[in-house]
């Protein structure tokens, strides 16, 4: 199976700060690469997927990037309500899995 | 709009088979894939499987011999069976719609249905 591991897996960020999370592949995935977006109490949502592609009506200050093994989704400035967990999801390879999660708290 | 709807009997007891439904609304049943996702503090979010619109399944290795994806494109409603739970079943288990390739990820998610194996 592979392994996605986040980092960090908690972050404590201010309104207006850019923020980049990291999700590493145990191998490499191609940029088979979603990324979702986990409020709480509530169901994941797509923000990304091939890496780099935004879902549709995804706000702009948020991007992917990445290749091979490692990848980063960036918030560009943090707003109220990006304040939520978010996952890296391989599609890459069966068994699906996703990374453990990077909680985003205000400071 | 599509929505997904999940439902479940919310407790299960050790060594029954939990059963759940999702209606798909709003939208078409064919040309996706129809993913089962679970989520647990243990263990994150897990891939169980996924079924399509014409009946082809593929499960997680790890829960394959316990699971029976199905689908109803007459109802447009989807089925899960997990047979002979444990504790570590207990999730809240998600309904998920994907596009025609994996690489497109997942796009709709149904509220969760939670569920409990207790005695």
């Known amino acids: 199976d592979i392994q996605l591991t986040q980092s960090p897996s908690f972050l404590s960020a201010s309104i207006g700060e850019r923020v980049t999370i990291r999700c590493r592949a145990s191998?490499?995935?191609?940029?088979?690469l979603a990324w979702y977006q986990q409020k709480s109490g509530k169901a994941p949502q797509l923000l990304m997927y091939?890496?780099?592609t935004l879902q549709s009506g995804v706000p702009s200050r948020f991007s992917g990037s990445g290749s091979g093994r490692e990848y980063t989704l960036t918030i560009s400035s943090l707003q109220p309500e990006d304040f939520a967990t978010y996952y890296c999801?391989?599609?890459?390879?069966?068994?699906?899995?996703f990374g453990g999660g990077t909680k985003v708290e205000i400071k | 709009q599509v929505q997904l709807q999940e439902s479940g009997p919310g407790l299960v007891k050790p060594s029954e088979t939990l059963s759940l439904t999702c209606v798909v609304s709003?939208?078409?049943?064919?040309?996706?894939?129809w993913y089962w996702i679970r989520q647990s503090p243990e263990k994150g979010l897990e891939w169980i499987g996924f079924?399509?619109?014409?009946?082809?399944?593929n499960y997680n290795a790890s829960l394959k011999s316990r699971v029976t994806m199905s689908v109803d494109t007459s109802k447009s409603q989807l089925s899960l069976k997990v047979n002979s739970v444990t504790a570590a079943d207990t999730a809240v288990y998600y309904c998920?719609?994907?596009?025609?390739?994996?690489?497109?990820?997942?796009?709709?998610w149904g509220q969760g249905s939670p569920v409990i194996v207790s005695s």
């Open positions: 998920v719609r994907g596009r025609s390739n994996h690489f497109y990820g997942m796009d709709v």
């Open positions: 709003g939208g078409s049943i064919s040309n996706y894939y």
């Open positions: 999801q391989q599609v890459n390879s069966y068994p699906l899995t």
């Open positions: 091939g890496a780099s």
């Open positions: 079924v399509l619109y014409g009946g082809g399944t």
């Open positions: 191998q490499d995935i191609n940029s088979y």
